[in-house]
């Protein structure tokens, strides 16, 4: 009989065990279900200046997003940014609306977001094509996607309309976006977000 009592002990303890780690287990499971994030910060910083990654990196801390670096297969020098040269890389690019530059990563998650903010700096009036390239990488349908950049004279123009019908019709576009020039702080990027709901 002691023999059957001590079996019968030792069986309930290994299974309360059991249920305690199973307990633990989903718990911590359950935190890392939380701390997914469905925000992304998309942003496209080509001159050794970096403003749009500065830009960026605040408003991923202001939105609590992830962020991400569109980077091209073939990094800008400074000769593929000149404006005034008519056979730069960029002017040649820009003057091609079906222009794709090759971009080095994706976002291996990108399903995981509802909201993506793109930035980029303004060339020509619009978003450099590497942006179309990015957008055209996945199925936005239903994602809010909110563009946002930086410039050193012209506004948003039509940028965020032509990246909607040439790349992501099927996304739901907060339009015009923003230029956030100079390096806006965090409060101040947040208010602007919150500004959108």
């Given amino acids: 009989m002691k023999k059957l009592t001590v079996l019968f002990a030792v ?3 290994l299974m309360l065990g059991s249920c305690q780690s199973s307990s633990q287990k989903n718990e911590g499971e359950e935190t890392a279900t939380d701390s997914v994030k469905t925000t992304l910060v998309a942003y ?20 609590d997003a992830d962020l991400f670096e569109i980077v091209p297969e073939l990094a800008y020098t400074t000769e593929d940014l000149d404006w005034n040269d008519k056979q730069s890389r960029s002017t040649i690019e820009m003057n091609d ?22 930035g980029f700096p303004i060339w020509w009036y619009t978003a450099p094509r590497i942006i179309n390239t990015f957008l055209e990488q996945y199925d936005l349908t239903g994602k809010t996607i909110i563009p946002f950049a930086t410039s050193g004279g012209s506004g948003m123009g039509k940028s965020g309309e032509d990246l909607k019908k040439a790349s992501a019709p099927n996304a739901n576009w907060i339009l015009p976006g923003k230029v956030l020039n100079g390096n806006p702080p965090v409060d101040s990027l947040k208010v602007w977000a919150e500004s959108l709901k």
């Fill in 11 to 13: 069986a309930f303890a």
């Fill in 44 to 63: 496209f910083s080509a001159s050794e200046v970096r403003a749009t990654e500065r830009v960026a990196t605040n408003l991923a801390k202001a939105v």
């Fill in 97 to 118: 609306s079906t222009a794709r530059p090759g971009v080095a990563s994706k976002v291996e998650n990108m399903a995981q977001y509802n909201t993506i903010y793109v």
